[in-house]
């Protein structure tokens, strides 16, 4: 059964760094998320795309994210300099239209 | 900003029993809500997706949903212990994006 796939499972990385995020959406999936979920909080999302553009965004994705489809396969999500509070399962998820998401496995960012 | 509230605690059943958990919308016009179950430390995986009011059933699970209430309920016939999880209900609204609640965990007794 097809399914999303993202890596690393865990990234560390000090605080002021840069990190990119991995995830390859189930292949005929049209839309692509990031969201994030803080240890112990409700999943948040925190950007949609579609057609190789942003489509919607929350207030968390401030001009420290960024993301990008760089070839037919992978989606990434950058942070720029991370932050102690961006420490966080960062999940992708995809969809073929207007429907079910299907959620990667995420990665474990802790920033130290 | 959307809402969906699940304010119920953990909930305890033993196996065999039915399991209900609850969530509210803040929307009115909202369309789409769906189940999610989320293991300890893992990724949320979609039980089941409810548009129209009334029930949808699939195998154990069964959704429910109320427009002029503005809630959504899912059953769990027949607990077993692989269903202790957290139970997360989701809203979808603009682009598709999802608004969580918290969760309820569910606990199930052999």
């Known amino acids: 059964e097809p399914e999303v796939t993202q890596t690393p499972s865990h990234q560390v990385t000090q605080m002021g760094q840069e990190v990119i995020l991995r995830c390859v959406p189930i292949?005929?999936?049209?839309?692509f998320y990031w969201y994030r979920q803080i240890l112990g909080q409700k999943v948040e999302f925190l950007v949609s795309?579609?057609?190789?553009?942003?489509?919607?965004k929350s207030e968390i994705f401030d001009d420290q994210f960024s993301v990008e489809r760089p070839d037919g396969s992978n989606f990434t999500l950058k942070i720029r300099s991370t932050k102690l509070e961006d420490s966080a399962m960062y999940f992708c998820?995809?969809?073929?239209?207007?429907?079910?998401?299907?959620f990667g496995p995420g990665t474990r960012l802790t920033v130290l | 900003q959307k809402e969906v509230e699940q304010n119920s605690g953990p909930l305890s059943v033993p196996e065999g029993a039915i399991a209900s958990l609850n969530c509210t919308y803040s929307d009115r016009g909202s369309q789409s809500f769906f189940w999610y179950r989320q293991y300890s430390g893992k990724s949320p995986e979609l039980i089941m997706f409810i548009y129209s009011n009334g029930d949808k059933e699939d195998g154990r699970f069964t959704a429910q949903l109320n427009k002029a209430s503005q809630y959504v309920s899912l059953l769990i016939r027949d607990s077993q212990p692989s269903d202790s999880a957290t139970y997360l209900c989701?809203?979808?609204?603009?682009?598709?994006?999802?608004?969580f609640g918290k969760g309820n965990q569910v606990v199930v007794i052999p």
């Open positions: 989701a809203e979808s609204w603009g682009n598709n994006r999802l608004a």
């Open positions: 292949s005929n999936h049209l839309y």
């Open positions: 998820a995809s969809t073929a239209g207007e429907g079910e998401q299907f």
């Open positions: 795309f579609y057609n190789n553009e942003i489509s919607e």
